[in-house]
């Protein structure tokens, strides 16, 4: 039989192209149905997601800080998915929503109600936090968002509503800040570059946390503008981010500083808990300090060429002398006044609940051998003992190192949240020791002292009879300023400054403060800026201090 070749080959060809059809049905109807059926769905459904109301962050009072405004969009066709949008306002929205819901669309976005309060609430971006407590509560204030799932044609028009998921909204914050008080602080630096903080004694809540210059957190709300208003809004943003005064950084825990004589507390306390010094323990201030070829001068003669003659701690503290502190942490030397400074937690970040926090820097020799390559020198100690050289501290870190004092030695971690309980431990200073040095602050806001805006009202209070804790008890200020050279010096030998005031007061003393703490602890830290160079504790720092003080005993 003679075989047909061109016939096999034909009907092999076509048992092959047969079976891979086959196959490829079997393929698509079977093995990759689901994968299919889920593609032709997803042409065919739609999720719309629905945004979550974001919480709001509360005051000490319960009031808000911020609110949640609504803005409103007229959809000009409603089933089609992608409709042109119209913003339009309220009382319009609302008319609509009386008769015709379907065609109105809204969002949310943030209003600030406090500038002076930008730093610490911080900004939305993109419906993120940005900033102080934004950014880190930002899960927390977010809540969970919705979604519409709708099926659609072709032609992108929604036929049914297959599926709706609820919003769940965000959960509110409640702070210990007071939003009044922030605002006359501010008030209080008139423009000068600087920061202020308030806290509770008792319990290390803050209720003022500011930096000046602030700027306006409501530049950064996301809501629909004109091209005309984006482009402003757009410039506004670029002027701010490059504003030499640094209006968007947060100084008060971000800044790091030499404390200049506000440091001088921390030695007398080392000097004390070491047993070098007692109350009556004195040095002979003969305005120049001199080690061999060197020469450390106090403030006092540097600037009005005086001495003060024999010097014990209270008339240090008082007068801030610099030669009675050099002698002091030469006594005690450099490790062990690192040590004391460590025990106070300086040199690391506070656990406060804002991101961004710089550590500051507790020097002693054997960082300076390994970082700078040196050995360290006696003038290295004399520097360290009255807040200079290589020391740097933040604002926070010194408003929690003088919350303690004012609290019994209990050093509480600063929280901004109001119904988080007081974390205090003790800082393991004796009784005596804390007595003298509040005694020495007290002093310096007496006649004769440094802090002479205070001088008036510690007359009519103190008594050099009672302890410290009773003359606070009375309404006495115990305080300390200081004035803190950093930088090179200039050609003719200046260096810039800032200043410092800290103090404590029982803010009842004048009238009845309903919702104010028993005892407050207030620092202020005052910047040199190009027209002013040298910014003092006393002239500069301390008159912001008075003021909020004034402020808080004729209005709460």
Not at 125 to 138: I, P, R, V, W
Request: proline share 3%; aromatic share 10%.
């Amino acid at each position: 039989m003679k075989i047909n070749f061109r016939y096999l080959i034909f009907s092999a060809f076509w048992a092959v192209f047969l079976t891979a059809i086959l196959l490829r049905f079997l393929d698509l109807q079977l093995w990759q149905y689901h994968k299919f059926e889920d593609l032709a769905n997803n042409n065919r459904n739609f999720s719309l997601p629905i945004k979550a109301s974001r919480g709001l962050i509360f005051d000490r009072y319960d009031r808000p800080l911020l609110l949640n405004q609504r803005q409103y969009y007229l959809i000009t066709d409603p089933q089609q998915l992608y409709s042109h949008l119209k913003v339009i306002d309220r009382d319009t929205a609302l008319n609509y929503l009386a008769t015709d819901s379907a065609k109105i669309l809204s969002s949310d976005y943030r209003e600030y109600l406090f500038p002076a309060l930008s730093h610490v609430l911080g900004y939305l971006s993109d419906d993120k936090g940005q900033m102080g407590l934004e950014k880190k509560f930002n899960d927390r204030l977010a809540g969970i968002d919705g979604v519409k799932e709708f099926e659609v044609n072709a032609r992108l028009k929604k036929q049914k509503l297959l599926r709706r998921t609820e919003t769940q909204v965000g959960q509110d914050l409640n702070t210990s800040l007071d939003p009044e008080l922030s605002t006359i602080a501010m008030e209080a630096m008139q423009g000068q570059k600087g920061t202020v903080l308030i806290s509770d004694a008792r319990s290390g809540k803050i209720l003022t946390l500011i930096s000046s210059p602030s700027f306006d957190n409501n530049l950064f709300t996301d809501k629909d503008l004109s091209p005309e208003q984006k482009s402003k809004q757009q410039d506004e943003i670029n002027r701010l981010l490059a504003d030499p005064a640094q209006s968007m950084f947060n100084r008060s825990i971000a800044g790091s500083y030499p404390p200049g004589s506000i440091f001088k507390l921390v030695t007398a306390l080392a000097g004390l808990e070491s047993g070098k010094i007692d109350r009556d323990t004195s040095v002979l201030d003969e305005g120049v300090l001199k080690v061999d070829d060197f020469e450390y001068r106090s403030w006092y003669y540097w600037n009005y060429g005086k001495t003060e003659g024999e010097v014990n701690l209270l008339k240090a503290l008082a007068r801030s002398n610099d030669i009675y502190f050099y002698k002091v942490a030469e006594w005690v030397g450099a490790d062990t006044l690192a040590e004391t400074a460590r025990q106070f937690s300086f040199g690391q970040a506070t656990l406060l609940e804002l991101s961004s926090q710089a550590s500051g820097l507790v020097p002693d020799p054997k960082w300076k051998e390994e970082t700078v390559g040196e050995k360290w020198y006696l003038g290295n100690t004399y520097h360290f003992g009255i807040g200079q050289g290589d020391l740097l501290v933040t604002p926070l870190q010194i408003q929690q190192f003088i919350q303690a004092l004012a609290n019994q030695g209990q050093m509480c971690q600063p929280s901004l949240l109001k119904s988080e309980p007081a974390n205090c431990h003790n800082i393991g200073v004796k009784d005596s020791s804390l007595d003298l040095v509040l005694t020495g602050m007290m002093q310096a806001c007496n006649q004769g002292g440094t802090a002479f805006p205070f001088f008036e009202r510690n007359s009519r209070v103190y008594n050099e009879a009672n302890t410290a804790a009773q003359n606070l008890n009375k309404g006495a200020v115990a305080c300390k300023t200081g004035t803190a050279e950093f930088g090179a010096a200039d050609e003719k030998g200046t260096r810039s400054a800032h200043g410092w005031w800290v103090g404590m007061v029982n803010p009842s003393y004048a009238k009845a403060t309903e919702g104010m703490p028993e005892r407050i602890v207030i620092t202020v830290l005052v910047e040199s800026d190009e027209a002013d160079q040298i910014k003092e504790g006393s002239y500069d720092a301390a008159p912001v201090g008075k003021k909020i003080l004034d402020w808080i005993e004729e209005n709460r």
